[in-house]
Nanobody
């Protein structure tokens, strides 16, 4: 079955960096777009970034220039390198993919930016 497992979250000071990973299994990873989405405390889901099968990337304006999404199709992993982190980046970060109308989500990883 399809599984997405995020890791790499934690507590970081403002201005710091983190790299999130999302390990995928149960499907042909290289054939699908992958996405990162986040949910800040008390707020709705916010799309963060996407990477297509050819590794073309897109970013939300709020993270553009600070975050980098990438994928390793040999390892079935999608990464989110986050830099210049701000308190407003505090959220649970989820990776997901979709097969037409069906979405698959990971369990999320908590990122907290605080001094």
């Amino acid at each position: 079955q399809v599984q997405l497992v995020e890791s790499g979250g934690g507590l970081v000071q403002p201005g710091g960096s983190l790299r999130l990973s999302c390990a995928a299994s149960g499907f042909t990873f290289s054939s699908y777009w992958m996405y990162w989405v986040r949910q800040a405390p008390g707020k709705g889901l916010e799309w963060v970034s996407a990477i297509n099968t050819g590794s073309k990337t897109n970013y939300a304006d709020s993270v553009k220039g600070r975050f980098t999404i990438s994928r390793d199709n040999a390892k079935n992993i999608v990464y989110l390198q986050m830099g210049s982190l701000k308190p407003e980046d505090t959220a649970v970060y989820y990776c997901y993919t979709n097969f037409g109308t069906i979405d698959y989500w990971g369990q999320g990883t908590q990122v907290t930016i605080s001094s």
